[in-house]
């Protein structure tokens, strides 16, 4: 059964599909699209930066190699991009295909589930950067009460490059803020009035 401009499937919303809405679905889906990839980009990038810079200093005879291992908030931070990396590329390859075919999200229950995906990975990379940021300070700056050194007087084209990495990565936790908006959206509509059947709407069978 079908209604004129309506989309019905048993377990699923009657979602409207008036011209405005296909319009709005449209530029959703892209949307969705070039942000998820450029997240899958950024973090990526990131993580590439993050993982590969270091730099050797010598202090008389002895050697001393600066690396991402050596704190804990960049080894989350690698982590976490490489999480959201996949996680990305996965609902990037899912986008891509539902724009193809020109599907529209209808069912309540996988949209809860990438709604709470995005979350979490929304979190996740927001609590990485503001680690990195933190740590990433006190190497710049040091702690006088705690008696910490400013690391990157010794290691600054480690710094600089790691600094850069942090940017990168937080582009990417913005753009997975604005994934997460739209999935709330796309979850949320389903209980508005715009997935309501308009009422003079007549029944095909």
Same mark, same amino acid.
């Given at each position: 059964?079908?209604?004129? &401009?309506?989309?019905?499937?048993?377990?699923? #919303?009657?979602?409207?599909? &008036?011209?405005?809405?296909?319009?709005?679905? *449209? *530029?959703?889906?892209?949307?969705?699209?070039?942000?998820?990839?450029?997240?899958?980009?950024?973090?990526?990038? @990131?993580?590439?930066?993050?993982?590969?810079?270091?730099?050797?200093?010598?202090?008389?005879?002895?050697?001393?190699?600066?690396?991402?291992?050596?704190?804990? @908030?960049?080894?989350?931070?690698?982590?976490?991009?490489?999480?959201?990396?996949?996680?990305? %590329? %996965?609902?990037?390859?899912?986008?891509?295909?539902?724009?193809?075919?020109?599907?529209?999200?209808?069912?309540?229950?996988?949209?809860?589930?990438?709604?709470? &995906?995005?979350?979490?990975?929304?979190?996740?990379?927001?609590? $990485?950067?503001?680690? @990195?940021?933190?740590?990433?300070?006190?190497?710049?700056?040091?702690?006088?009460?705690?008696?910490?050194?400013?690391? =990157?007087?010794?290691?600054?084209?480690? =710094?600089?490059?790691?600094? #850069?990495? #942090?940017?990168?990565? %937080?582009? $990417?936790?913005?753009?997975? #803020?604005?994934?997460?908006?739209?999935?709330?959206?796309?979850?949320?509509?389903?209980?508005? &009035? @715009?997935?309501?059947?308009?009422?003079?709407?007549?029944?095909?069978?």
């Amino acid at each position: 059964m079908s209604y004129l &401009g309506v989309g019905i499937t048993p377990g699923n #919303v009657a979602v409207y599909h &008036g011209g405005k809405m296909k319009l709005i679905d *449209r *530029r959703l889906r892209l949307t969705e699209l070039l942000l998820r990839c450029s997240v899958t980009v950024f973090t990526l990038l @990131a993580l590439i930066l993050v993982v590969t810079d270091t730099q050797v200093k010598h202090i008389f005879t002895i050697e001393r190699r600066a690396k991402y291992t050596d704190m804990k @908030a960049l080894v989350f931070l690698v982590v976490a991009n490489g999480i959201a990396a996949v996680y990305s %590329l %996965l609902h990037s390859v899912r986008c891509l295909v539902g724009s193809m075919k020109g599907s529209v999200l209808f069912s309540k229950p996988l949209a809860w589930a990438i709604f709470s &995906g995005d979350q979490a990975m929304a979190y996740m990379c927001v609590a $990485a950067i503001a680690a @990195a940021a933190e740590s990433g300070l006190i190497g710049r700056e040091g702690e006088e009460k705690l008696q910490w050194m400013k690391l =990157c007087n010794m290691y600054g084209k480690f =710094c600089d490059w790691m600094s #850069v990495g #942090v940017a990168i990565a %937080l582009l $990417a936790s913005i753009a997975m #803020v604005f994934v997460s908006c739209i999935s709330a959206f796309s979850l949320f509509r389903l209980y508005g &009035g @715009a997935t309501q059947r308009p009422p003079s709407l007549a029944v095909v069978k």
